[in-house]
């Protein structure tokens, strides 16, 4: 049985959180493996409960920031970043995946959220000039890239509902170490980055789980879980 950790602040209401569990189910047949997923509130990951993420094959940071506890979502990030374990990250899972990775290997002592924090020193995650709330737009992938070769096409649309995402001034920053872009929107702002030293860890602003909700598997959900499933062999 596959353990899927879901990071977030589970709210039916929230058009992500509804896809998901169908998303994993499609994923999961697809490549016909049983899986299982459980949701952690932000608020509940104190350090006893991060080190039991060890329990899971896998750890989804799930849209739907800011979440309760910021500390929480990082600490969740930085434990699948280390061990490591498949991550996957999506809209806010992509931003506290970049914060974190900023913090820990970027170089970055205080990287801050706008959304949290306006006035932070270190704003590694700012307004979008064109925000994306509820709306699809074209993904452009990075050749070379996992990303790419998961999805197997130079460029695709995703649907989005997102109002910040990385900092254009950082993005040269952080690419000085394993993280690197996976794929940019058309406008050439990050839309997606891999850890090129890691198992399995992307993180991306768009929400590819909302295809399950038309009846489509998504194909960066199908890797993670084959990633899990593989952990877990």
Do not use: K
């Not at 910040?164 to 406008?187: Q, W």
């Amino acid at each position: 049985m596959t353990r899927i950790a879901l990071i977030g602040d589970h709210d039916e209401y929230i058009t992500a959180h509804r896809a998901i569990p169908r998303a994993l189910e499609a994923a999961s047949a697809a490549i016909g493996v049983e899986a299982t997923w459980q949701w952690i509130h932000t608020s509940e990951l104190d350090a006893d409960r991060v080190a039991g993420l060890r329990d899971f094959d896998a750890v989804w940071c799930v849209p739907g920031s800011p979440y309760a506890d910021t500390g929480g979502a990082l600490a969740a990030i930085g434990a699948a970043r280390t061990m490591p374990m498949p991550f996957l990250g999506t809209c806010g899972g992509f931003q506290h995946a970049l914060m974190e990775y900023a913090r820990a290997e970027g170089g970055i002592g205080a990287p801050g959220h706008a959304e949290i924090d306006p006035g932070a020193a270190d704003p590694v995650i700012s307004p979008l000039e064109c925000q994306l709330v509820d709306v699809a737009d074209t993904i452009n992938f990075v050749a070379g890239t996992r990303l790419a070769a998961i999805y197997g096409v130079d460029s695709t649309r995703e649907e989005y509902r997102c109002r910040y995402g990385l900092n254009p001034a950082y993005a040269a920053r952080l690419e000085r170490g394993p993280l690197r872009v996976a794929a940019r929107d058309e406008r050439g702002g990050v839309v997606a980055v891999e850890h090129a030293d890691h198992p399995f860890f992307v993180a991306a602003l768009f929400q590819p789980e909302r295809a399950a909700l038309a009846g489509r598997t998504p194909e960066l959900v199908q890797a993670f879980v084959a990633a899990a499933a593989r952990r877990g062999e």
